[in-house]
């Protein structure tokens, strides 16, 4: 992966991550670097979810790919907060 790839990957990722954590409902006790990291994660993930189910390249936005990886940021940060939460 190029430089280029890294900084939209992160760029991304912070997006996914804040979208994801505003589909939450709630206060969530973690940080912005998790979300962060979260976001990233999903965001990864979720581009291989949709290439697996062929919908990761599509004419305009791919909305199929965008909802799959707001859907695993959020999921992220819901256990990621449920787990600091029983600390």
């Avoid at 790839?5 to 990722?13: C, E, F, K, L, T």
């Avoid at 909305?63 to 695993?72: C, D, H, R, Y």
Wanted: aromatic share 4%; net charge neutral.
């Amino acid at each position: 992966m190029e430089i280029d790839g890294i900084i939209s990957a992160i760029v991304i990722g912070i997006v996914i991550g804040v979208l994801g954590r505003l589909v939450v409902p709630g206060r969530q006790r973690i940080g912005i670097l998790w979300t962060i990291l979260v976001g990233i994660i999903a965001a990864l993930v979720g581009s291989a979810i949709a290439a697996a189910f062929d919908v990761a390249d599509t004419n305009g936005v791919d909305w199929v790919e965008w909802l799959i990886q707001i859907g695993l940021a959020a999921l992220g940060v819901a256990a990621l907060d449920r787990s600091k939460a029983r600390r």
